[in-house]
């Protein structure tokens, strides 16, 4: 009887579907929509720190990177570039209103469970109106799903500090967001 039970049990063991780690190696590309919050607009106006809070938002992108995979832990980089429209904000009494392009290069350092990978990312984040530029760091987390067929879906919240060197007085503009993405792997 337990020749039998254990022939059986085995069968079941081999028959039943196995979770396979997700192929995270190689470059990805996509298409990012996020929600601009938290944006916070300070400057020295006579000496006096002043600090606003500017209106949510929302951006679309473009991003592309390259993973590297070894076992459960992946590594890679991201560019991506993205456009941020009416951000506005009150400093000092007047109200600014302006379109950001933002460009953020990232680093990725990442662990795979089955067909999901969680990653933390950091690196250099620059906001353009048009004119000057904004310079400073970026750093967040994520999360992709890999849905097979090269497709993935993933979802990242990202905090940017950057500043406008070029201002008198000086201009920091922090933005943080969160984004959905559709991408890619080739």
Avoid: C
């Avoid at 500017?54 to 459960?72: E, H, L, P, R, W």
Wanted: glycine share 10%; net charge negative; aromatic share 10%.
């Amino acid at each position: 009887m337990t020749y039998r039970f254990k022939t059986v049990l085995l069968a079941l063991a081999t028959a039943l579907p196995t979770h396979a780690l997700a192929d995270w190696n190689g470059a990805y590309a996509g298409l990012t929509l996020g929600s601009n919050f938290n944006t916070e607009v300070s400057t020295e106006l006579a000496g006096v720190e002043v600090t606003s809070d500017a209106d949510d938002t929302t951006s679309v992108g473009i991003f592309g990177g390259i993973n590297v995979q070894n076992g459960d832990f992946v590594f890679g980089g991201e560019l991506a570039l993205s456009q941020a429209s009416d951000v506005e904000a009150e400093v000092g009494g007047e109200t600014i209103s302006d379109d950001f392009s933002i460009l953020d290069l990232k680093g990725r350092a990442g662990f795979a469970v089955d067909n999901l990978l969680f990653y933390a990312v950091a690196g250099f984040s620059r906001l353009s109106d048009g004119d000057e530029n904004a310079n400073g760091l970026n750093f967040g987390v994520g999360a992709d799903f890999d849905l097979g067929n090269n497709a993935i879906i993933s979802a990242e919240y990202l905090t940017r500090r950057t500043t406008f060197d070029d201002e008198d007085p000086e201009v920091d503009v922090d933005l943080d967001s969160i984004s959905i993405r559709a991408a890619l792997k080739f």
